[in-house]
């Protein structure tokens, strides 16, 4: 009778029932350090592929079409019948077959041809036409002056203009052609060569002319005339002549190194600020 007293299995229940609820505790704990690690979430994405495209490099280049030729100009010489260079005719010559030999004499002209081929491709492209070596231009005799024409063909596009002596003055301007570019701007400002007006001066300095296509042929033609030029239009006059007595005879202007040259410009053109 006394052993059925006994309350120990009682406790042992108790104990068994305390052990659940920790482990209940315990996997609880460890779901909610699952949930604060990092989501198992999957997130929704997409793609398209898109056609690419190609760039490619414009083109500014210039290449002497002929070699340089050397005429007497002079209005007063009979012998003076052949077109100079590539030029519109209205300038007429006598070839001078070796300039190194040719003595100049007060009342002269001499004039220099030069023939290139101008390529320009690219959409926002203005190409300075201009003369390297001009400031590098010693000139010893008295009343030599010096001035330039520009010819596209038989089109003159800058009349009888003095010679800048600053080492980047620009003689005239050219701009890539509008056809052939998809989205491009015409940066001329005095028309397309071919069917423009001649300017002069310091308008000349300034001019933009528009090429029909990517290369274009030119003839700047270098003159120069031994006498003083007094009212500007660079033709001798019988009051142009000053020199006198001996003065100015053995002496030479060095024109060292001139190189017809066109450099890209981005702050000129129609489109530019």
């Avoid at 007497?72 to 030029?87: K, L, P, Q, Y």
């Avoid at 400002?189 to 423009?196: D, Q």
């Avoid at 001019?207 to 006498?227: E, H």
Wanted: hydrophobic residues 40%; without cysteine.
């Amino acid at each position: 009778m006394t052993n059925m007293s006994n309350t120990n299995d009682q406790i042992i229940i108790v104990q068994e029932s305390k052990k659940r609820r920790k482990g209940l505790i315990w996997a609880a704990a460890g779901a909610t350090a699952l949930l604060a690690g990092g989501s198992t979430f999957a997130l929704w994405s997409a793609n398209d592929t898109f056609t690419g495209g190609t760039v490619t490099a414009g083109d500014l280049n210039i290449e002497q079409l002929a070699d340089t030729s050397f005429w007497d100009v002079s209005n007063d010489r009979v012998d003076a019948t052949e077109t100079v260079g590539a030029t519109d005719g209205s300038q007429l010559g006598h070839k001078i077959d070796d300039v190194k030999t040719w003595r100049m004499a007060p009342g002269d002209k001499l004039a220099a041809s030069f023939e290139a081929t101008v390529t320009l491709d690219g959409d926002n492209l203005v190409g300075r036409v201009g003369i390297d070596g001009l400031d590098k231009l010693d000139s010893k005799i008295t009343g030599m002056n010096y001035s330039y024409e520009v010819y596209y063909g038989d089109e003159l596009l800058v009349k009888e203009t003095a010679l800048p002596t600053e080492a980047d003055a620009p003689l005239m301007y050219l701009s890539a052609p509008v056809a052939g570019q998809a989205s491009g701007a015409d940066d001329a400002k005095n028309g397309v060569l071919g069917a423009t007006a001649a300017v002069s001066g310091a308008e000349a300095q300034k001019a933009v002319f528009g090429m029909p296509a990517t290369t274009a042929d030119l003839n700047v033609v270098i003159y120069a005339s031994f006498y003083e030029d007094k009212d500007g239009d660079f033709r001798y006059q019988a009051t142009d002549a000053t020199v006198a007595d001996r003065t100015d005879v053995t002496l030479a202007d060095t024109l060292a190194d001139l190189t017809v040259s066109v450099s890209q410009v981005r702050d000129t053109g129609a489109q530019f600020k």
